[in-house]
């Protein structure tokens, strides 16, 4: 396996005593070992199976036992009892110490807040009995507990699936995801983004609003970002997916609407809050939007790459997410796109 033999390469190259290899479905360490209680005296080569699925994830754990393990002999405190019973048994642990153990290492390898963390996956891992030890039955059982084909369905068995394989349990949780499809939204036009503006009596209100449609922010973005030139918007880096620079895709809304001169309402939440904040103040209960004001933002995305024809790479980009993001879910809009323009040019014989 190819990602095994470049983790002992860099093994062999740092002087590390210890190897990787695949032993049936699971990673295991193979090193020269004082023998085991019972086996006698002297030295001899083991295999130390870590329950470990020969995933990503899994390897670079594995590479980081390797470590651990070279460490121990080098310092004369290797013993076999870090390795023989609940060390390396997930069925030993409580599920409490796996998932701080997990947390730490997705911390180590991912850009995350702890916000973004505790609104994710932290309400997944709070379904699981904290001082049970981990099973595929307790798995199933949060798994279950969500709605048939839903988007909550799929996140939860994707983030399981995570934790079981850094865990080692064996165990595929894809089966159970069900067939979710996003409910097709339907996307302000301009026209009615320009009259519903003009509908909000309160002007720094109306500022969020405009911000929102001709920057393609976030609900919260308002609230921390700033103007490079009337025309591009630099967001700042405490907001969900760090900072990045946007542009207005209509100019013209930038300038109609004033925007560079900042107009923000007096708010004193941040982050999540004062985008529930936002909805809030444009629900139901005060101006009483026909939409809500992520559709802005959605209608901005729409606007860029299917309108104005904007690569998808620069859309997603300026709207802080990946490609494999902006196509999934303006996957829609963009396929009607690029089926109309291959109708008129192949029928029509239009561009």
């Known amino acids: 396996m190819e990602g095994i033999e470049q983790v002992n390469d860099r093994l062999k190259a740092a002087n590390v005593p210890v190897r990787v290899r695949l032993k049936g479905k699971n990673l295991a360490l193979r090193a020269t070992l004082p023998k085991k209680p019972g086996d006698g005296i002297g030295r001899k080569q083991y295999d130390i199976s870590l329950l470990l699925s020969a995933t990503k994830d899994g390897l670079k754990r594995a590479e980081r036992e390797a470590h651990k393990l070279a460490q121990n002999l080098a310092e004369g405190s290797f013993t076999w009892k870090l390795y023989i019973g609940s060390q390396h048994d997930p069925q030993a642990k409580p599920i409490a110490q796996w998932v701080n153990e997990f947390k730490d290492e997705y911390f180590r390898t991912h850009r995350i807040k702890e916000a973004t963390w505790s609104n994710t996956w932290a309400g997944t891992f709070r379904k699981l009995p904290a001082n049970e030890p981990i099973s595929e039955t307790l798995l199933l059982a949060v798994v279950f507990s969500t709605e048939e084909d839903s988007r909550n369905r799929e996140l939860t068995c994707q983030r399981l699936q995570r934790f079981a394989e850094f865990v080692g349990l064996q165990t595929d949780l894809s089966f159970y995801k069900g067939e979710y499809e996003p409910e097709p939204r339907d996307i302000p036009t301009d026209e009615m983004i320009i009259e519903w503006r003009d509908r909000i009596p309160n002007q720094r209100w109306q500022w969020v609003y405009g ?56 708010v004193r939440s941040s982050g999540r809050a004062c985008g529930q904040l936002v909805s809030r103040q444009f629900g139901i209960d005060r ?60 029928i029509l014989g239009e561009g």
């Open 287 to 346: 101006d009483n939007l026909p939409f809500v004001p992520y559709d802005l933002r959605h209608a901005w995305a729409v606007r860029a790459s299917v309108a104005k024809g904007l690569p998808v790479s620069t859309a997603a980009a300026m709207m802080g997410h990946s490609v494999t993001t902006h196509t999934r879910i303006y996957h829609r809009w963009l396929s009607d796109a690029q089926n109309e323009r291959v109708y008129r040019s192949l």
């Open 211 to 266: 911000m929102l449609a001709t920057f393609g922010l976030r609900p919260h973005e308002a609230f921390a970002c700033e103007f490079i030139d009337p025309l591009t918007l630099k967001v700042h880096q405490g907001t969900k997916t760090g900072s990045r620079i946007t542009r207005a895709i209509l100019p013209e809304w930038a300038k109609q609407w004033h925007l560079i001169e900042m107009k923000r309402p007096n």
